[in-house]
């Protein structure tokens, strides 16, 4: 399952997770979204890119 520098770079490249309601939003090229799509929280971090984080 190897994925291709485009595929991974459009997967985890551009999405940013909510800090609070911890959904994905989608940012433009390198910017993040202005806030949360869901809940209008603008606290976001970017995804880590490759491997998924461990559930605790
Ligand atoms: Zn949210």
Same mark, same amino acid.
């Given at each position: 399952?190897?994925?291709?520098?485009?595929?991974?770079? #459009?997967?985890?490249?551009?999405?940013?997770?909510?800090?609070?309601?911890?959904? #994905?939003?989608?940012?433009?090229?390198?910017?993040?979204?202005?806030?949360?799509?869901?809940?209008?929280?603008?606290?976001? #971090?970017?995804?880590?890119?490759?491997?998924?984080?461990?559930?605790?």
């Amino acid at each position: 399952m190897a994925l291709s520098v485009a595929a991974s770079k #459009r997967i985890f490249g551009d999405v940013w997770i909510c800090m609070r309601c911890n959904c #994905r939003n989608k940012g433009q090229k390198g910017k993040p979204p202005h806030k949360c799509r869901k809940c209008n929280s603008k606290k976001l #971090r970017q995804r880590k890119k490759g491997k998924k984080k461990a559930a605790a």
